[in-house]
């Protein structure tokens, strides 16, 4: 039983694994993160499974991190807020490595976080409503944790182009950038989705396998050292004067001092 994810299995093996805190536009929480990691091991590990289609219940695809847990990390000590980085990058590499085809079915908006679970989709879909954004650095932080992903996503070259500005873009951009692999009118995205995923019927699961696992080995690895250096920078940055500056201008509903 699950809280914060749903998890529904057609009888043509297609698995949608949805975000389901509508009310909270699908913010991850410690919760959702734990639930997703085990649902990638359960549906990487079911053979009965071809394609696994990461969808969201409501209005939006994922606004990034849950205030409650954004509020826990503020109080936290170093070695908690490493601790919570790097659950949340075994969460992202659980699905990035998943040994079926993940499509992402992405609409409304896709902030922080968000975007990192665009990025360790195999295609993305999305309608031309969708806003994205790397956001951290508007709160005084940074995207560390899901920057390996973005990184491997776009190219280093394009990132650069949204990794520091916090802006936010719709879909041109993000089709342009490579967050999405192909945008579609509302109407036509379930049916667009659905059809990705039905055609990795007619290949050999374990072929498609070990050809996404070889496509992987290509690119620089994001290995637990990589993960490491992505949660102690991380960690770092919640350290200093303008992480607790932007949290609690966040919270407070305020500006942030740099920005006077």
Not at 189 to 195: A, G, K, S, Y
């Amino acid at each position: 039983m699950t809280d914060t994810i749903r998890i529904e299995t057609d009888d043509r093996g297609i698995a949608t694994l949805a975000l389901a805190r509508p009310e909270k536009h699908n913010a991850m929480s410690a919760e959702m993160i734990a639930e997703l990691t085990e649902a990638a091991a359960t549906l990487g590990a079911d053979p009965g499974v071809r394609a696994v289609i990461l969808a969201a219940d409501g209005a939006t695809f994922c606004a990034g991190g849950d205030l409650n847990w954004m509020r826990a990390q503020a109080d936290a000590t170093r070695a908690q807020r490493i601790a919570e980085a790097k659950k949340l990058a075994g969460m992202l590499r659980a699905l990035d490595t998943l040994p079926k085809p993940l499509i992402g079915r992405i609409h409304g908006n896709a902030f922080g976080g968000g975007v990192g679970l665009a990025c360790v989709c195999d295609m993305t879909i999305g309608t031309d409503a969708v806003r994205m954004g790397l956001t951290e650095t508007r709160l005084g932080l940074i995207p560390a944790t899901i920057g390996p992903y973005v990184a491997a996503r776009v190219g280093p070259a394009r990132a650069r182009a949204v990794f520091m500005s916090g802006q936010r873009f719709g879909a041109d951009e993000a089709l342009r950038l490579g967050l999405l692999s192909h945008c579609v009118e509302a109407d036509a995205l379930e049916f667009t989705v659905r059809d990705a995923a039905e055609a990795y019927r007619d290949c050999a699961p374990g072929a498609v396998a070990a050809a996404k696992a070889l496509l992987r080995s290509f690119a620089p690895p994001i290995d637990d050292a990589v993960l490491d250096r992505t949660a102690n920078a991380l960690a770092d940055q919640w350290e200093t004067d303008e992480a607790a500056e932007g949290i609690a201008a966040f919270f407070g509903k305020r500006a942030p001092a740099w920005t006077d």
